[in-house]
């Protein structure tokens, strides 16, 4: 799998995954944590993303940054960049020079088409648990309900007092572990409409491949 798909599995798992209403501490946080993100015009983060792989003893790492702005973003990684404006995705491979797009499917509520659901969809699926106050973070584990999920546990290290997400990881039952580690936490930049929208003058011969 390529790492901007572990990354957005990552975010993915995040938007599905913060339940739970046996904690209150770890649900008190998490709406404190949601609440800041929502509230800002912009979530910017750069990040390094480590993937273990704990059977075979092999680990691989490649960084990236993201701004999100409601159910707009823009992903930035290694070889690979992702717009999207609400509507449409641009998938770019720049050693193919090659742009995929395709068009959003609004009944899907995925991270791929609503994006805002990362800090506010935490209700439903995992039950939560406040682990422990270190001197700059908060420590919340997360474990699914659905004893056939081949996930084990999420644990997230979200920051004091800003409210910020320093780190996610999830641990699968294959032995894989996923580390989203946040380098800069940023919530003030504004982004203009067209930063989230794929420029052809500035990707000249590019192959499109539209996929809507």
């Known amino acids: 799998m390529r790492p901007i ?8 798992l995040l938007t ?5 209403q046996d904690d209150k501490e770890a649900i008190r946080i998490l709406d404190n ?15 390094q993303l480590v993937t273990a792989n704990q059977m075979e003893n ?17 992903l930035e990684m290694t070889g690979n960049t992702v717009w999207f404006n609400g509507e449409t995705s641009w998938n770019y491979l720049s050693a193919e020079n ?3 797009i395709t068009k959003a499917d609004r009944k899907n509520n995925s991270f791929q ?3 805002s659901l990362i800090f506010s969809m935490y209700k439903d699926g995992y039950k939560c648990r406040f682990v422990e106050e270190r001197s700059e973070s908060y420590l919340i584990d997360l474990y699914p309900k659905d004893i056939k999920n081949d996930l084990l546990r999420v644990r997230l290290s ?8 320093k780190s996610l990881e999830y641990k699968k039952r ?13 919530l003030k930049i504004k982004a203009e409409p067209d930063f989230f929208i794929f420029q052809p003058g500035k990707y000249k011969g590019a192959e499109v491949i539209d996929m809507r």
């Open 5 to 12: 798909l572990f990354f957005i599995s990552a975010l993915l």
């Open 16 to 20: 599905r995954s913060l339940s739970g």
């Open 33 to 47: 944590f949601s609440a800041n993100a929502l509230r800002a015009p912009s979530v910017t983060m750069k990040f």
């Open 58 to 74: 092999t680990k691989d790492s490649i960084t990236g940054s993201i701004i999100l702005s409601k159910d707009k973003y823009r």
């Open 98 to 100: 090659e742009v995929t």
């Open 113 to 115: 088409n609503r994006p």
């Open 158 to 165: 979200i920051g004091k007092p800003m409210m910020n997400l």
């Open 174 to 186: 294959d032995g894989i572990v996923i580390t989203l580690n946040v380098i800069e936490y940023d």
